[in-house]
């Protein structure tokens, strides 16, 4: 049996007034159509602070912070093995423009749950709920 490709990406958790930032995955990519938080792969030489900063820059037009690690998720689609680091995030300068996404909009956590996430993004909101109830 074939040994699924293994991609490293990263997400960012971006908080402003109480709300976080989710995308909508474009046309013509995989799981299009679908929300997620910003980010991508991290790029060879690039530490997942690095990348998550250049991402955001270039999806989202914004200059970021990241803060602290939230999670690494491990997700087994059928064409690939997914290893996402989500770090939660500031903005520092910029407004968040729609440049790669369908869509882009901020929303309250516990409105998180009304929106179709890619299944490894599913984990996250999990965890997101569960830091709510505490």
Same mark, same amino acid.
């Given at each position: #049996? #074939?040994?699924?490709? %293994?991609?490293?990406?990263?997400?960012?958790?971006?908080?402003? *007034?109480? %709300?976080?930032?989710?995308?909508?995955?474009?046309?013509? %990519?995989?799981?299009?159509?679908?929300?997620?938080?910003?980010?991508? %792969?991290?790029? @060879?030489?690039?530490? @997942?602070?690095?990348?998550?900063? $250049? &991402?955001?820059?270039?999806?989202?037009?914004?200059?970021?912070?990241?803060?602290?690690?939230? *999670?690494?998720?491990?997700?087994?689609?059928?064409? #690939?093995?997914?290893?996402?680091?989500?770090?939660?995030?500031?903005?520092?300068?910029?407004?968040?423009?729609?440049?790669?996404? #369908?869509?882009?909009?901020?929303?309250? @956590?516990?409105?998180?749950?009304?929106?179709?996430?890619? @299944?490894?993004?599913? &984990?996250?909101?999990?965890?997101?709920?569960?830091? $709510?109830?505490?």
């Amino acid at each position: #049996m #074939m040994e699924k490709k %293994k991609i490293r990406v990263v997400a960012a958790m971006i908080e402003q *007034d109480g %709300k976080l930032l989710i995308c909508r995955r474009p046309e013509g %990519k995989a799981l299009a159509g679908m929300w997620e938080f910003a980010g991508g %792969k991290i790029e @060879p030489g690039e530490t @997942p602070e690095q990348a998550l900063i $250049r &991402e955001c820059r270039e999806e989202l037009a914004v200059e970021i912070c990241p803060q602290q690690l939230f *999670d690494e998720v491990e997700y087994d689609y059928p064409e #690939m093995h997914l290893s996402m680091l989500v770090y939660t995030a500031s903005i520092l300068s910029g407004v968040p423009r729609r440049l790669e996404h #369908m869509e882009i909009c901020w929303v309250a @956590p516990e409105e998180l749950g009304q929106f179709i996430f890619c @299944p490894a993004d599913r &984990e996250i909101l999990d965890k997101i709920a569960a830091r $709510r109830r505490i």
